[in-house]
């Protein structure tokens, strides 16, 4: 019975933690300009993303290492300080687009501007990882999120045509404004294979004392959280396609985005589109600053734990203080949220493979995994993933330009 | 800036049915004559033709005019007016995609 619980909650937070500023974003636009043509994109983003959580998991449970712990230790520390750096860019940016999503959805509901909202919601979300545990942040902000679940009924309430629907998940090359179509299937898989999740990912199963016991829950989790969260994506594309798409409405902004629900549930449809944007960003935003937090602790081999008082990991704790105040910058000085929603994501795409290429060697080295090595088919789908990062890491930028 | 005055009607319509509160119609509607605004002023345009960049420009004023309008109605509650307002988006939004460039004379 314990098992299944876990099984359940693991499950509940992967749903309730896939949908964020980022997927919601692109998905709407993938929606809105290809109808359901980039399906495709999301699945392809979720499958790779359950298979780097599963091995990060694995290395936690197995090694009681946690990923940047175990790449410093295999690489050395001249080689970590490379994705280190990247990473706390490209969480600053990430971070940045949570904090306006949770803004955005504030002023929505009060008509004042989301940069005055910045900074009570980064104080909120910093005195939450002050004052909480890991428990709070990872499933009481997640089971929350499955508000977003809304997207999928939304979707379905308007019955849409479920064969065009399944042809999505087939990739096709587009057939018009190819460099956008291009631009906006990197953006969805830096969405969805946002690196920061296997740290979030490996240093909570070393919080929660994971041992090879847990396997299976890891795999079970990994695999069906990250399925569902992605068709909660797909739902939010579903309902773009049906909505937007028709009436040749473009996503240039997140005021639009709420359309999605009310035009299925009315009223309750704003309810509900608030809630979503709102807990989802906020548990986004927390996640992000705490892996900011453990990506310097582990690297540079200090005291570290969300469980700990603040006094017992103080430049832990004055990390994740650090990348919540400058975070709140941007958002307080006005920049578009959209937009650098979608730098951010192809910032994302293009970090993939400072983190896939060092995950795998480490996941065949048998100092870390003992028994426990990845097997061919996990080897051939990272070696995928490794692959198709790399081309992502080259076109994102030119695309950016191009096609964003 | 045709799905300007699309997204500017579906608005309208979720404040007109209860769907979507005053506050935050209003706000979007602002957001969306700003952006119009902004298109209008573009330097992009002045590489048209005179004709063709006074035509858009009309027609990118015309619908300025009517979001603004209908973001008064909407902060006076008026739902008749907004209903009737909502025809005039659509008919801007369709004179605006039917609006000729003349790229060739340029």
Known sequence: MKRLIEIALGIVTGIGGFLEAGSLATSAQAGADFRFDLIWAILLGAICLAFLVEMSGRLSAISKHTLPDAIRERFGFRFFVVPLVVMQLVMFLVMATELGGVSLALQFISGVSYRWWAIPVAVLAWALLWKGTFGLVEKGVSVLGLVTVAFVVGALHLHPPLAEVARGALPRLPSHDSAHYWFLAVSILGASISPYLFFFYSAGAVEDRWDVSQLTINRITAGAGMGFGGIVAIGALVLAGLIFHPAGIQVDSFDQLPLLLTSAFGHWGFVLFIASLAIACFGAAQEIALTSAYLMAQGFGWRWSENLPPAADARFSLTYTAITAVAIIPIAAGVDVLKLTNISMVFSAASLPLVAVPLLVIMNDRRFLRDYCNGWLSNTVVSLIIALAFVLAVVSFPLLVTGG | ?106
């Not at chain 2, 049915?17 to 602002?30: E, F």
């Not at chain 2, 990118?60 to 909407?74: E, P, S």
């Not at chain 2, 006076?76 to 000729?100: E, F, I, S, Y």
């Open chain 2, 1 to 106: 800036m045709v799905s300007a005055a699309t997204s500017a009607g579906m608005i309208a319509a979720a404040w007109d049915s209860g769907a979507a509160p005053r506050i935050y119609a209003s706000h979007a509607l602002g957001r969306i004559s700003s952006a119009i605004g902004q298109a209008g002023a573009a330097p992009a345009w002045s590489a048209l033709p005179p004709a063709s960049r006074a035509a858009i420009t009309r027609e990118l004023a015309a619908l300025r005019g009517v979001t603004a309008q209908t973001d008064t109605a909407i902060d006076r509650h008026d739902h008749a007016q907004v209903a009737a307002l909502r025809r005039d988006l659509a008919g801007h939004g369709h004179a605006l995609a039917a609006t000729p460039i003349d790229t060739a004379a340029q």
